[in-house]
Structure formats: structure tokens, C-alpha cells
């Protein structure tokens, strides 16, 4: 295997220290980046980690100095916009370097959600029933949109402004929360509007440029939330370790699927991310409908999805017989294979 000298991106915030001793790894907010860092360098290559915020000076001065093979971008903005990261991923392309993950035009139709869903829905791959309300304007629900409705930030990604309150079954509601969605500090964004679809959460790992390797389905499970809540991926059910040791809330490969449905759920997500002009590695997010003969209805797609060690991600590689050493080499490998021309 070849050595390589890789430039590793990543926030400036998240930038592990030389020393974790006494440090609790597993809660930690740079968890990512650390599992990755320490295990390329366990790889035997050479990694220097680049902190980035809103400079690209940063990184043009690190290729210079470093002359790295490729750079592992771990970056999911620039100047705290999330919509940014295509741009830094041009950036690099315009200098030559090869990098891992998703190319600029994949990360721009995978971030806007409504891009996302009118795409699919050319292809005739089935989205849930949707509206978009740009910023500045008031929502106006058209009969075929039936409630109930979840409403959503058309840009953010990791469940930011999704709670139980997402789900709204009137008028009223749906206007309070495009409000909140429009106008709330931590979102600020346009609204996606979209009908709720009771049923099974379940994520399937991509990995590839042109050909494309599918790992086994994995599954959200929500099946000891309360009675009244609706099981769906909030920021607290995603981030709150103790909210999710309260409802027993795990992600594990998802089970009582015939090999049918295996496939075809597994043949959507290549659809998927092909018509996305994803590459590199992504997480395709869907639901299987509880009442509709298990009908498949695609939620987004995530490229560059998260990457630590023991997240969805790396535990259904590990399914597919990749450790995560080998399934960070593939990434790299995918990088330096790249030809920019999808």
C-alpha cells in the first residue's frame, strides 16, 4: 500500500488536541476527526491536520508547504455556512489536489433538499409529497398536500430545528413552525414542507464514483419512544446521549426484510446516487411506509455522511466485511481515482 502525505480539513474548532489523556473519546465533539487522524496514521501515513475557518489562504499555504498527495476534507462548512463546503471542494479542484468525498456539483444538489426531490421525482423515484417556501414568504398549503406534515430546513443537515413540534396537523401549525424554521437563530433558512410518512427509518451506505458498492441496510430504532411521540430523527434522538439511553434509541442493520426488498431498497439508493451525481461515499436516508405495502419514499441524501467510528456509516461497512481502516483506505483510494468528470 502506498504512504501518502494527506492534508486533513477539518473546522478549526474541531481540531483534536496532541493530548487526550484523561479525555472521555467517545463524547467529544472532535470525535470524528480524531478516529480518522489516528487511524490513517495507523495506516503509516502521513497526516497534518489543517483547521479551517473562513480563509482559503489556509490551505493553499498548507499544499504549498506540504505538498500533499490528497487532502481528507472533514469539512461540512466554511465561515459557518453549510451551503459553503461545495465551494472549498472547487477550491481544491481548481488547485489539482485530489480529495476525498463528494464532488461540488453532488454537494450542491444533495444540500437543497427540493433540488434533491424534484431530481428523484423526474426519475420517477418516490419522495414524499412536498413545498418549498423560500425565506419572505408565508406558506400556502395546496389541497394535494395532506397533513399530517413535517417541516424541515431546506439547507441543514444533522437534524438542526427538527423536534416533535416539526409535525404539525393543521394550518396554523404549519405556519408557526415555517415561521420558526425561517426565522430561528440556529436555522434561518428556506422551509421544506413535506407529508409525514409513518414507518421504518433506514439508511443505506454508498460508496464509489462510477461503480458503486451498496452496504447492508441499517435502521433507526425508535420503537420505545413514548406513546405520543412520533418516531422520527430529531436533533435530540441524533445528539443527546441521554435521551437516547432513556428510549433505548439505537441504530442497528434492520431486520425482517425479505431479500426483494433488500434489493430493491438497495437498487434505489445506487439510483439514488447516481442521479445526484454523488461520489466518493454518501448515506441515503428513507422510509419504509408502514400502511402502503412497503412502499420506499426517499427522505435526502447525505454525502460526506458522518464518519466516526461506530456511527451508521463505518458499523454497516464493518457489516459488508470492511474494518474501518479499510473502509478510510477505500475512501482515500476513491479520492485519488476521482476524475472530476461525473
Known amino acids: 500500500m502506498r504512504k501518502l502525505r494527506i492534508l ?11 493530548d487526550v489523556k484523561g479525555v472521555d ?26 483547521g479551517v475557518w473562513n480563509d ?3 490551505i493553499r499555504d498548507a499544499i504549498e508547504t506540504l505538498k500533499p498527495h490528497i487532502a481528507f476534507n472533514l469539512l461540512e462548512e466554511f465561515a459557518s455556512q453549510s451551503t459553503y463546503d461545495q465551494n472549498v471542494v472547487s477550491y481544491l479542484e481548481l488547485l489539482g489536489l485530489p480529495y476525498t ?24 423515484i418516490s419522495v414524499p409529497e412536498f413545498l418549498v417556501v423560500p425565506i419572505r414568504r408565508t406558506v400556502k398549503r395546496p389541497k394535494r398536500l395532506a397533513f399530517p406534515l413535517i417541516v424541515k430546513s431546506m439547507t441543514e443537515e444533522a437534524s438542526l430545528g427538527i423536534s416533535q413540534a416539526s409535525i404539525v396537523e393543521d394550518d396554523e401549525k404549519l405556519r408557526e413552525r ?7 437563530n440556529t436555522v434561518g433558512t428556506a422551509a421544506l414542507v413535506e407529508r409525514y410518512i409513518e414507518g421504518r427509518e433506514l439508511y443505506v451506505g454508498v460508496l464509489g464514483n462510477t461503480r458503486l458498492q451498496v452496504l447492508p441496510i441499517w435502521e433507526l430504532v425508535l420503537d420505545d ?23 433505548r434509541i439505537r441504530s442497528q442493520e434492520a431486520k425482517g426484510l425479505s431479500p426483494e426488498l433488500q434489493h430493491k431498497i438497495q437498487n434505489v439508493a445506487k439510483r439514488v446516487y447516481r442521479h445526484l451525481a454523488l461520489s466518493g461515499y454518501a448515506r441515503i436516508d428513507l422510509r419504509l411506509a408502514e400502511n402502503d405495502q412497503n412502499k420506499i419514499y426517499i427522505l435526502e441524501a447525505n454525502p460526506n455522511a458522518q464518519l466516526a467510528y461506530g456511527e451508521d456509516l463505518a458499523d454497516s461497512a464493518e457489516r ?11 475512501i482515500l483510494n476513491l479520492g485519488l481515482r476521482f476524475q472530476g468528470n461525473l
Open 25 to 50: 473519546l467517545s463524547t467529544v465533539s472532535w470525535k470524528t476527526e480524531f478516529d480518522v487522524l489516528e487511524t490513517l496514521k495507523g495506516l503509516g501515513h502521513q497526516v497534518f491536520p489543517v
Open 178 to 184: 415555517v415561521e420558526f424554521i425561517h426565522h430561528s
Open 101 to 124: 468525498g463528494c464532488n461540488p456539483r453532488g454537494l450542491m444538489l444533495a444540500r437543497d433538499k427540493g433540488w434533491t426531490k424534484k431530481i428523484l421525482s423526474y426519475h420517477r
Open 8 to 18: 486533513a480539513l477539518m473546522h478549526v474548532d474541531l481540531v483534536p488536541p496532541k
Open 320 to 330: 459488508a466485511g470492511l474494518s474501518y481502516s479499510d473502509l478510510l483506505q477505500r
Open 225 to 247: 419512544m413514548p406513546e405520543d411521540a412520533k418516531k422520527i430523527a430529531t436533533a435530540r434522538v441524533k445528539w443527546s446521549d441521554k435521551y437516547q439511553k432513556k428510549y
Open 56 to 58: 482559503l489562504g489556509v
